[in-house]
């Protein structure tokens, strides 16, 4: 069956993203039906790099819920997901590693996490794309 992997990023995309990055985006968070021309990118060779923003499991609290839409106000995009899926093929990285380069975020930004259905700990995501694993304090008593 294979394990399942908690997915929590959110984050502010720059204003002039492409209509085929913008298509994809609302592709993968249920807002268009058709399937858009992809981005040469090896997250789009990844078998259900359709479902990553989609995908849910009883593992983790939550529903799985992403969204990808235009704030009038501050004139930016914003994407939120939160997805659990089978991250058999490093999805998740890979996911990050496309998305990066649209984001508006400064370096350093916390963006999300990503968690085991056995970790106690999440695999935290700061911008660019720099994946980390805290040190838990040990606890005085």
Known sequence: MGMYTEFVFAAELKEDL??????????????????PQT???????CERWRSILRSDSYYFPGKTHSSFDWD?????????????LKN????????VAWI???????EGTFLGHKRHELATIPTLIFHPN?????EIPQIQT
């Open 39 to 45: 981005p040469e990118h090896e997250f789009f060779r």
């Open 100 to 106: 990066t380069p649209y984001l508006a975020e400064t």
């Open 130 to 134: 720099n994946l980390v694993i805290p």
């Open 18 to 35: 492409s209509q085929e990055i913008v298509a994809v985006l609302e592709y993968l968070t249920r807002k268009r039906v058709d399937v």
């Open 88 to 95: 058999h093929d490093s999805e998740i990285e890979k996911f």
């Open 72 to 84: 009038d106000i501050v004139d930016q995009y914003f994407l939120t997901v939160r997805s659990s």
